[in-house]
């Protein structure tokens, strides 16, 4: 079983900054990806930011150039780090693993608890 714990959302001014972790225990060979999601209130999930365990990212259109996702192999954990923030940035944040249980190919898909982000004058 593979445990996900977020943290560092929180009230930030709009123009302000927030950085969110994810620590990811648990039984499991490797990871070979993680993600942040997002959901505001009345609107589907989506993808906010990608990497892999070499390195390569993917940002959605929204938050290309102020959000910043990164990965540190050795803790296994990821970090999201926000700058310039925005009233639409506000939503529920959450962490998203892609890892193997042992040498397999197979993949497995774990979701974190979730951390509110609001953002508000």
């Known amino acids: 079983q593979v445990h996900l714990v977020e943290s560092g959302g929180g009230l930030v001014q709009p123009g302000g900054s927030l950085r969110l972790s994810c620590a990811a225990s648990?039984?499991?060979?490797?990871?070979?990806?993680m993600d942040w999601y997002r959901q505001a209130p009345g609107k589907q999930r989506e993808l906010v930011a990608h990497i892999t365990s070499g390195g390569t990212t993917n940002y959605a259109d929204s938050v290309e150039g102020r959000f910043t996702i990164s990965l540190d192999n050795a803790k296994n954990t990821v970090y999201l780090q926000m700058n310039s923030l925005k009233p639409e940035d506000t939503a529920v944040y959450y962490c998203y693993a892609t890892v193997r249980l042992s040498r397999a190919r197979t993949t497995w898909g774990y979701w974190g608890q979730g951390t509110q982000v609001t953002v508000s004058s």
């Open positions: 648990g039984s499991f060979f490797d990871i070979n990806a």
